[in-house]
């Protein structure tokens, strides 16, 4: 009992800085020293599984940022021929643009629908890449000696893994329903969904199984060489 004691003082005293001096008869600060090799021996390299999962994590937010940007999420051509892209906020045809938003004159336009769509999609794929870069520093940091989801539960952590996915798809989702399937068909076979919109679902599918896959698919000694 008394030596559980003690090692719960000498803990206590860590956390407060202080350590016995040489002789145990007084409290004495932690020097420098011994802080900066306690926090070295804390820090590490990323091994095989942390290091593919930050690749498939930045891919995926990659692939979100170029969606957002782009402006191929519906392409109709006639005959072969390249008539024009609809974006997530604009249309650019063979020889002019416009701006959903600048061409909104009443609520129930089509060009406000595309409009509301597209800032959703926009909204939910803006949070999945934060999302994923959280996650990824995460990852990063833990080499360092912090992690910063460490103030939160597992569930927190699994809610934030998955929440960047999920995110995403409730985005493309709501474009789907409120847009992207009743133009793309008011085109008939003219209209199909562009690659800006593949590479947002690819996107979001990548950050749904990203947890799944460093959980049970990649083992911990992935890559042999990793320290």
């Not at 590490?44 to 402006?71: P, Y």
């Not at 604009?90 to 909104?104: K, L, N």
């Not at 000696?145 to 699994?158: P, Y």
């Amino acid at each position: 009992m008394a030596q559980k004691s003690l090692k719960d003082t000498l803990a206590q005293a860590k956390d407060m800085g202080l350590e016995l001096s040489a002789d145990g008869s007084a409290w004495i600060p932690i020097s420098k020293s011994d802080v900066g090799n306690a926090h070295k021996s804390e820090q590490r390299q990323l091994n095989g599984k942390e290091l593919m999962h930050i690749i498939i994590l930045s891919f995926s937010g990659l692939l979100a940022v170029i969606a957002i940007l782009g402006s191929s999420w519906i392409s109709v051509d006639i005959r072969g021929h390249h008539i024009s892209e609809f974006g997530l906020n604009s249309v650019q045809g063979q020889d002019d643009s416009e701006i959903y938003a600048e061409t909104c004159d009443d609520s129930t336009g089509d060009s406000c629908a595309a409009a509301r769509a597209g800032l959703v999609a926009t909204i939910g794929l803006s949070i999945g890449i934060f999302l994923l870069l959280v996650c990824s520093m995460d990852i990063f940091l833990r080499t360092k000696g912090f992690a910063l989801l460490s103030v939160i539960s597992q569930f927190g952590k699994t809610i934030v893994q998955l929440g960047a996915g999920i995110s995403m798809m409730l985005g493309i989702g709501f474009w789907l329903i409120t847009w992207g399937f009743y133009f793309n068909s008011s085109m008939e076979e003219y209209g199909h969904f562009g690659i800006h919109f593949w590479m947002a679902l690819f996107a979001a599918f990548l950050g749904l199984i990203s947890p799944i896959l460093n959980r049970f698919v990649f083992p911990e000694d992935f890559d042999a060489t990793s320290k």
